[in-house]
C-alpha cells in the first residue's frame, strides 16, 4: 500500500513563493510518474506538473516558467517550487503517482491511482 501526504501549503500574496512536498510511504517500485494536481472551488481538477523517472517533466501552460517538479532520492519526497503566484492558483494541491509507461505519463488524472489528502494554497491579490 503506498501513501503520499502533501505539506506546505499555505497562504501568500500575489508574486509570493511556496515549496509543496510530498512524502510517500510503501512500494513505490514501479511507480514511475508523478505528478502535482489542483482543484479550485467549482472547477475540475486539473494536472499542472509531471516527472517522469527518467528525469523529463511537463508543465500545463498556466504554471510553465512559474512552478519546478523536482523529486529526491528514491521518488522521495515530491516538491513543487511555486515562483511569482497568482490568485488563479488558488486551490487544493494533491500529489500523485501512477504505473504507467512513461510514454502514458501525463497530465491526466485518470491515469493516476494513488493520490494524497492534499495541501491548501491560497494566494491573494
Known amino acids: 500500500q503506498v501513501q503520499l501526504v502533501e505539506s506546505g501549503g499555505g497562504s501568500v500574496q500575489t508574486g509570493g513563493s511556496l515549496r509543496l512536498s510530498c512524502a510517500a510511504s510503501g512500494d513505490t517500485f514501479g511507480l514511475d510518474c508523478m505528478g502535482w494536481f489542483r482543484q479550485a472551488p467549482g472547477k475540475e481538477r486539473e494536472g499542472i506538473a509531471i516527472?517522469?523517472?527518467?528525469?523529463?517533466?511537463t508543465y500545463a501552460d498556466s504554471v510553465k516558467g512559474r512552478f519546478t517538479i523536482s523529486e529526491g532520492n528514491a521518488k522521495n519526497p515530491l516538491y513543487l517550487q511555486m515562483n511569482s503566484l497568482k490568485p488563479e492558483d488558488t486551490g487544493m494541491y494533491y500529489c500523485?503517482?501512477?504505473?504507467?509507461?512513461?510514454?502514458?505519463?501525463?497530465?491526466?488524472?485518470?491515469?493516476?491511482?494513488?493520490w494524497g489528502q492534499g495541501t491548501q494554497v491560497t494566494v491573494s491579490s
Open positions: 500523485a503517482f501512477a504505473a504507467v509507461p512513461l510514454n502514458r505519463c501525463a497530465l491526466v488524472a485518470m491515469r493516476f491511482g494513488y
Open positions: 516527472i517522469r523517472s527518467d528525469g523529463t517533466t
